[in-house]
């Protein structure tokens, strides 16, 4: 083992770190871990035969200044967290610890954008081009992304939602320009790998937690514009597992419209949450007789289940655009009575 902190590799510091903490936090932390990351550590740990106290002592400290950096970038962005830091581990110390945690952790451009109220950041940048408006929300948390979405005028929503969708990679060069517009603090502090954002997940993510209304007009305007892309985002928009949004009344509604031996196929490959919602609105009698369909079945192939599951999710989606059933989301529809 080296004699000083500074001359361990990032896996040598992790296998004292652990070391110090003890078998039963170290087990926790596992848990967090990816399996040849853990297999890694392991053989660390276990090639690790002794540690001075110094050495103990001064990983464990820049383990507690990383995390507290961390911290402090969580609550007010990079700047806020280089400020607290200086004042207290000083200048010097402060900047390496920041230098550590942006080369190691990848800290997200626009933090400080995340910790904007949504109302505010929409007067901030509805004049702003479509394709910036777009990066900008591809940042932010699908809730607050829904909510200045929802707020675009109705012929910029389809547009900003299809460029989230085809977004791919962006450059640091253009990420910095925006952010420089935004907040200057952030500028000079950018990760320079290129940085993976948008695509059709987080497009999906955003439109459910949108009002049934602008999901609607974007989806139909997309349809036209772009078909397959308008079908991808469809089929991902409601997965099967989402059934557990719909109240007891509506499930019914679905039930009603789907045949026992899709149901018994579709179940078959689902959780036991979903499971107990669907037969909790059964009779007792076809309960039964779907389980034991469940349970004669054996061996199914994944597909499928996949596409009975499929098969029910269009009777759902088929069900709310004729308006009987009602999805519970995140967007606010307004109550039915």
Do not use: W
């Not at 609550?75 to 920041?98: N, P, R, S, T, W």
């Amino acid at each position: 083992m080296a004699s000083d902190n500074s001359e361990l590799s990032g896996i040598q510091k992790a296998a004292v770190l652990l070391i110090s903490l003890g078998p039963e936090m170290s087990s926790t932390v596992f848990k967090h871990l990816k399996e040849e990351e853990i297999e890694d550590l392991t053989l660390e740990i276990a090639n690790t035969r002794s540690i001075s106290p110094q050495i103990k002592e001064d990983v464990i400290n820049e383990f507690y200044e990383i995390c507290l950096a961390q911290q402090y970038i969580a609550e007010g962005g990079i700047g806020y967290a280089k400020e607290l830091l200086e004042k207290a581990l000083g200048v010097e110390k402060a900047l390496d610890v920041i230098g550590k945690l942006t080369a190691s952790l990848q800290v997200k451009p626009f933090e400080f954008v995340r910790k904007t109220d949504p109302s505010q950041l929409l007067s901030f940048i509805q004049d702003e081009h479509p394709q910036t408006i777009a990066l900008i929300l591809s940042y932010l948390s699908s809730t607050q992304a829904a909510l200045i979405i929802s707020a675009l005028p109705q012929d910029e929503q389809a547009d900003v939602a299809k460029r989230i969708a085809t977004m791919d990679r962006t450059s640091p060069d253009v990420i910095q320009e925006v952010e420089r517009v935004l907040e200057s603090k952030l500028a000079n502090l950018v990760n320079q790998d290129y940085t993976q954002i948008g695509g059709v997940d987080q497009v999906v993510e955003i439109l459910n937690s949108t009002d049934r209304g602008t999901e609607k007009h974007i989806m139909e305007i997309l349809s036209i514009e772009d078909p397959e892309l308008a079908d991808e985002i469809r089929k991902k928009m409601f997965v099967f597992e989402d059934i557990l949004l719909l109240d007891d009344r509506s499930i019914q509604r679905v039930l009603r419209d789907v045949e026992n031996s899709e149901l018994s196929l579709a179940l078959k490959g689902s959780n036991t949450e979903v499971q107990d919602k669907i037969f909790h609105n059964l009779s007792s009698r076809l309960a039964d007789m779907i389980k034991e369909d469940m349970e004669f079945m054996g061996p199914v192939r994944m597909k499928d289940v996949e596409d009975a599951q499929q098969k029910i999710v269009n009777v759902i989606r088929k069900l709310e655009d004729a308006g009987e059933i009602v999805i519970s989301r995140g967007g606010g529809d307004e109550i039915i009575i």
